[in-house]
């Protein structure tokens, strides 16, 4: 069975910080996907990145960027230079290529609170 | 470019009664899911439907009721609802098949009293 754990359930941090959050998951298949999901205070999810279990390469997109490790089964997410409009509750999630249903297995989410 | 329509934003109910969460997207995407968050679960699927009149049970099934006569409205439909069915609901939608982005409307919080 997938599973996704993200332990650090509120960080809090000060403008300009950086910041990571992790994502642990487990998984018996070779193919699967994983995401990352921001819900801002207004309450709808938005998509940040998707990755395949084939794509090892880390991606950064502006002050956001991912660190997938298989060997640790971790998808970290980090943000530089944090800002106030990064508060929000960031979701890992994880997807089984074989699944019948798009059935996203999410992680507990993390609270990032960054305050000026 | 509306996307996905939730409604009611918030709804309070008592025990017993039958309650009506609205999903409309704009997309015609294929796929519709029905999700529920609550505090140390993140998001747990409800059901899904991968096309007009197919609809498949999620993780969480138990309580709720979903149809999809057209493509465009997944409606979720608890029966009797109870308190541990006071939570805040997603309706989300994907182009595709298995692994695309989910987009999701903005939720309805309901409170079963």
Known sequence: ?116 | DAGITQSPRYKITETGRQVTLMCHQTWSHSYMFWYRQDLGHGLRLIYYSAAADITDKGEVPDGYVVSRSKTENFPLTLESATRSQTSVYFCASSVGATNEKLFFGSGTQLSVL
């Open chain 1, 1 to 116: 069975a997938q599973k996704v754990t993200q332990a650090q359930t509120e960080i809090s941090v000060v403008e300009k910080e950086d910041v990571t959050l992790d994502c642990v998951y487990e998984t018996r298949d070779t193919t699967y996907y994983l995401f990352w999901y921001k819900q801002p205070p207004s309450g709808e999810l938005v998509f940040l990145i998707r990755r395949n279990s084939f794509d090892e390469q880390n991606e950064i997109s502006g002050r956001y960027s991912w660190n997938f490790q298989k060997s640790t089964s971790s998808f970290n997410f980090t943000i530089t230079a944090s800002q106030v409009v990064d508060s929000a509750v960031y979701f890992c999630a994880l997807s089984e290529a074989d699944n019948a249903g798009n059935m996203l297995t999410f992680g507990g989410g993390t609270r990032l609170m960054v305050k000026p």
